[in-house]
């Protein structure tokens, strides 16, 4: 790529066939899916019979003959990581799980769990595979997916197999009175992804609340009682269903296993049902929301204060963010609307021709276009929460939290959990997106626009133990946001996330300064950064995300040994995982890497 100016930059990148390509491939992806506007649509509609003539490559040897087996493509959230066709085994019970681990040892084939693909990262899989490896997927959302309930057990809990999705697991619990804190926005997760990667929604306690039995800030990962896993057995010399509960010292390392493990069930506790009121607000400058600790007025951190729950999403070069606050509201109050069902924001679901044409432009190369598109989508915003009677609504937690749709936009997105105090978070908010907006600011006066989508930004408590209802719960030692033993006035952890379209240009680069950034000023001074699992990290800036080898040997993994006993951190993770799976049957291209 030339660098004799930045319209040059700009011109040669567009014209670079691959470059070309991808952007067009993505832009037909993402239009495709948003035009389908359905869950259904985001699981592949095919699938080939081993036996057909379709079949791409051969089939698995000595595939067990009971456990039905096809061909199947495979594509992640953003599109980046797209297979044509992948072997794929739809097991009736978790005792078949284990007849297809062992049959994939003794024929040195890795299993991969097949879930909703909701995913960022490559830790189930690297762009690059192909059916012709040594793969086979295991679909758990077709048969895996029973639950039960014991609401009278103290606190209520729910049994649930993997492949249950969330949406359909908090509509049960909804219907035994349960619920959690908090949760994900999208629905379309499976339970096993989520607790693979500590999924999170937005929560810490507002000033004066208290945690009702069963509840926990932390991520869903907290929540865990007790897990089945698939692990070897040394005596038995074979792979087996075992479960661990929660106090025992092994089960740490299954807890968030980022796929180096399989989980087949899980128990969580869950607490009472929480009616919300969830309030937005599109009128608050950044400067005002984001400004420096200790100033007055509408801050991020009096409004976390007030209600605990608080998410922002900035468009890039507006002026306002979209601030949404969840308080705990018992009853309904006057003049606001009840949310019976969730996703309660069509507008940002859908892909509006307007919409469509800018993302053309940006996709084919005018990314000079990028302050329109941010304009564009926070309009949509404004007019789509009058339109729809959206400011303020009431309801259900499973209501208010749930409001991300398949159909919506699909972008790529870094992703960073700030481990830090209560009276710390407005700085770490000041100081990320001053930072941010500088060096936006700085592209932009080169003609470079590498970040199209927004600024997201959410909080949550840490995955403490105290909070699980077992005596000698022990912490998941791959959390992103498991406490610092050395440093318990800790108590939460900012989530800091940007979004834009996959190819983007500049992307890698501006991803790669944002990164370093993070890591050397959130270094343990008053706040301690760590990577969120699902998301982008490891940018290396010639070659994208999960490349950078610094920081995946040592920046992710001091990260999670920083303040804390040595054997308890996350060598001692690995070595777990290592014992449980030593022929590396549950592992991917970057978890070898990441996990060796």
């Not at 349960?178 to 379309?188: K, T, V, W």
């Not at 926070?378 to 729809?388: D, H, I």
Request: with cysteine; aromatic share 10%; proline share 7%.
């Amino acid at each position: 790529m030339s660098n004799d100016s930045p319209h040059d930059a700009i011109n040669d990148d567009h014209s670079a066939p691959d470059a070309d390509r991808h952007r067009r491939r993505f832009l037909g992806q993402a239009l495709a899916i948003g035009a389908a506007g359905t869950g259904a649509a985001w699981w592949p509609a095919f699938a080939v019979d081993a036996a057909s003539a379709l079949a791409t490559c051969a089939a698995p040897p000595a595939f067990p003959a009971q456990i039905p087996l096809f061909q199947q493509a495979y594509r992640n959230w953003s599109g980046e990581i797209q297979i044509d066709a992948l072997w794929t085994c739809s097991p009736r019970n978790p005792e078949e799980v284990v007849t297809v681990v062992n049959w994939a040892r003794q024929h040195g084939y890795r299993v991969r769990p097949r879930g909703m693909g909701h995913n960022w990262s490559p830790l189930n899989l690297a762009p690059d595979q192909t059916c012709a490896e040594r793969i086979v997927m295991i679909d758990t959302l077709t048969h895996l997916n029973r639950v039960e309930i014991d609401r009278g057990a103290q606190p209520a809990r729910v049994t649930a197999q993997a492949g249950i999705s969330m949406q359909d697991l908090l509509a049960r619990l909804e219907e035994a009175g349960l619920g959690l804190a908090h949760m994900p926005a999208p629905g379309d997760l499976s339970l096993g992804g989520v607790l693979a990667v500590d999924a999170h929604g937005t929560a810490v306690p507002a000033l004066g609340e208290t945690r009702q039995s069963g509840h926990s800030y932390g991520s869903l990962s907290n929540l865990v009682l007790s897990l089945t896993a698939v692990v070897w057995d040394a005596a038995r010399q074979a792979y087996m269903l075992r479960s661990f509960r929660r106090d025992e010292a092994d089960c740490a390392a299954f807890l968030a296993h980022l796929g180096r493990a399989l989980i087949v069930e899980a128990t969580l506790q869950a607490g009472p049902n929480q009616r919300l009121r969830c309030q937005s607000n599109v009128g608050i400058a950044a400067s005002e929301l984001f400004a420096a600790p200790g100033s007055t007025g509408r801050t991020f951190a009096s409004f976390l204060d007030k209600s605990g729950r608080v998410e922002t999403i900035h468009f890039p070069f507006t002026r306002n963010p979209w601030l949404k606050v969840w308080t705990l509201t018992p009853d309904l109050p006057p003049m606001v609307r009840e949310a019976a069902t969730p996703f309660n924001y069509p507008f940002s679901d859908s892909i509006p021709p307007e919409l469509t044409d800018l993302i053309c432009d940006i996709n084919l190369g005018d990314v000079s276009r990028t302050p329109a598109l941010g304009a564009l989508q926070y309009s949509l915003v404004s007019a789509g929460l009058m339109f729809t009677a959206s400011f303020d609504l009431w309801g259900w937690s499973r209501n208010l939290m749930l409001y991300v749709k398949p159909s919506t936009l699909r972008v790529t997105a870094n992703g960073y959990a700030v481990i830090t105090s209560r009276a710390n978070v407005q700085r770490v908010v000041h100081e990320f997106v001053s930072f941010y907006q500088a060096r936006a600011e700085a592209y932009r006066a080169q003609g470079k626009f590498p970040v199209n989508g927004p600024v997201e930004i959410r909080v949550t408590g840490l995955d403490r133990a105290d909070e699980v209802a077992v005596r000698g719960a022990v912490e998941p030692l791959l959390s992103a946001v498991r406490p610092v033993r050395d440093r318990p006035e800790w108590d939460c952890a900012v989530w800091l996330d940007l979004l834009t379209l996959p190819g983007t240009p500049q992307a890698e680069p501006f991803y790669r300064e944002v990164e370093q950034w993070v890591f050397s000023q959130f270094s343990g001074e008053y706040a301690l950064a760590r990577v969120e699992w699902s998301k982008g990290w490891g940018y290396d800036a010639v070659h994208g995300a999960w490349s950078d080898a610094a920081v995946i040997g040592q920046s992710i993994p001091n990260s999670l040994r920083y303040g804390q006993a040595a054997d308890s951190a996350w060598d001692a993770a690995v070595a777990i995982l290592n014992r449980y799976d030593p022929a590396r049957v549950f592992s991917s291209p970057l978890l070898d890497r990441l996990l060796p």
